[in-house]
């Protein structure tokens, strides 16, 4: 890691590597430039890491075009901190300026690209979020002559899914700042612990570990086993026969972790015991099915032969992993229909889960990265056993 204050985790070949890629991409995609707005594609790109975009007052753009450097057009308020990344072409705008933010200078930009297909990608699809307004999308759309905005998602997609040894490193740094507070959970949590009480611990101890922004930290229990696993935390007390599940979404430098650990509290069913048991060999199946050519689909089914007789049994999971980098979730999905094929440089949540009994789930997720002969664990493996909270 470079300690250049002009780059706050990676030098600039990095973002010149990034660049080459996607001019590549987009000749195969008749495509005269990608149009960005959204966080984490305009940090991908520029390396800039800024807090502001969680104000929607003022959108951010920036320009790749088919040939030549990006071209990034944003507030003014932000073009101290982009004139300290590797973008240097910079046009700005004092903003908020709501009769228009940025909408004729983007405009300008985009037509004077070199048209060679008249298209411009954008991220219109899968998994991607445009960073204005939908009526400031619509207006920027309707002022450009003889250039149509397309779906890009593709293109972003194929980009962000190979990761760089630079970017596998911070993911690995995230998941081992989680690994030490899931490994310290039994220490620190005790019988009778609310849900928001052991929330509120594990993220203080994450904090104090370096972690970067956390997201999310899911903390659920119940007899047997969670009835869900999306909502936040209640001030119900863990109690005898509780399974604890804590799942987290923390960072390193923009980078996530996600995976998750479950803790037996006090004395649980032999029925719980049992589906985590299956739960994880299920998981020993995805890592093990996890590997270059083999599409994402494939990975799933070998899951779901353990959890069910029927692989269509398990459709209801609706995925069992995903992808991993700058958002906590990212494509491709470990579900049925998915023949995203697996390649070297990605890093995938493997995830099966299982409602054993009416309102009472078991998960288990993993981390690896697909290397050229097959998948590396990243995350510590879980036990086999069910860890305890007495």
Known sequence: MTTDRYYKGFNRSEYESRL?????????????????????????????????????????????????????????????????????????????????????????????LPRRHGRIGAELG???????????????????????????????????????SGEVARIQKAIDIAAVTFDDVPNFIRIGDSERT????????LNSGGAGAIPAVIVRSDLGG???????????????????????????????????????VGDVSDALKRAHEQVWRANEAGLAAARPGVPAESVFAA????????????NSNGRMGHGLGLRVTEPPSIRLGDR???????????????????????????????THDGAELLTPRAPRELPTIG
């Open 226 to 264: 969670p009835f869900e696993i999306t909502g936040g935390p209640r001030d119900r007390p863990i109690a005898n026969g509780d399974l604890l599940f804590i799942d987290t979404g923390t960072t390193f430098d923009g980078y996530f972790c996600d995976y998750d650990r479950n803790y037996r």
């Open 340 to 370: 995203t094929l697996l390649a070297p440089g990605m890093v995938l949540c493997i995830e099966p889960g299982l409602e054993y009994e009416p309102g009472k789930i078991v998960l288990h997720e993993e981390t690896v990265l697909i």
């Open 198 to 205: 052991v929330q509120r611990e594990f993220r203080g101890r």
């Open 20 to 112: 080459i890629r996607a001019q590549a991409l987009m000749g195969e995609h008749k495509l005269d430039g990608i149009l960005l707005s959204s966080m984490d594609n305009i940090r991908y790109t520029a390396g800039i890491d800024s807090t502001f975009w969680e104000s929607y007052t003022r959108p951010w753009f920036v320009l790749v075009p088919a040939e030549g450097d990006p071209i990034a057009i944003i507030p003014e308020i932000g073009r101290a901190i982009m004139e300290t990344t590797w973008v240097k072409n910079i046009r700005s705008w004092p903003s908020p300026r709501p009769e228009d933010e940025g909408t004729s200078l983007l405009v300008e930009a985009i037509s004077a």
């Open 126 to 164: 899968m998994e991607l979020r445009i960073g204005m307004p939908v009526a400031q999308f619509l207006d920027i759309r309707s002022k450009l002559q003889g250039v149509e905005i397309v779906d890009g998602s593709h293109l972003i997609w194929l980009l962000r899914m190979i990761k760089s």
């Open 303 to 314: 899951m779901a032969t353990v959890l069910s007789s029927r692989t269509n049994d398990l």
